[in-house]
């Protein structure tokens, strides 16, 4: 009898070791971690460019904005967001702006960092000359 009661023990502690482990995974959440990433976008000769926001991830935090190349030595470049609500109204805000020196700057200061599917950043140049601005980012993965 003491053989039976022992290994019906064990069966039962591998059931509660089972039982536990499949409420810990479905309780739990997964853990996210952040993914940097970076998109190019090309200012032309009028210094102006647009980016579209097309990841489709839970989601984007902007870290950083650059200009590079910038035919003008001295230049401000400003990044805006363009949202639209369900009703199709757009609403403008300014990101952040790149003061250049020698052709290139860069900003990590930014407002309004958080971009869902299908905002846009524009690019605007204090003086009209081309270049190239470098959109940094960071998406959260599950």
Not at 19 to 32: E, F, G, I, N
Not at 78 to 100: E, H, K, L
Not at 117 to 122: A, H, I, M, R
């Amino acid at each position: 009898m003491k053989h039976m009661n022992r290994g019906f023990a064990l069966v039962e502690l591998f059931l509660i070791v089972v039982v536990v482990a499949l409420l810990t995974a479905v309780v739990l959440p997964a853990k996210a971690g952040s993914v940097g990433d970076r998109e190019f976008v090309t200012l032309g000769a009028t210094g102006t460019g647009t980016w579209t926001n097309t990841r489709d991830y839970a989601a984007i935090e902007l870290k950083r904005i650059s200009v590079s190349g910038n035919l003008n030595a001295t230049n401000v470049v400003t990044a805006s967001r363009i949202i639209t609500d369900d009703s199709s109204n757009s609403y403008t805000q300014t990101v952040g702006a790149v003061t250049c020196t020698s052709g290139a700057g860069t900003q990590a200061t930014l407002a309004y960092v958080h971009m869902k599917d299908g905002d846009v950043l524009s690019f605007s140049s204090q003086t009209a000359t081309g270049g190239t601005a470098i959109v940094e980012y960071e998406v959260q993965k599950h």
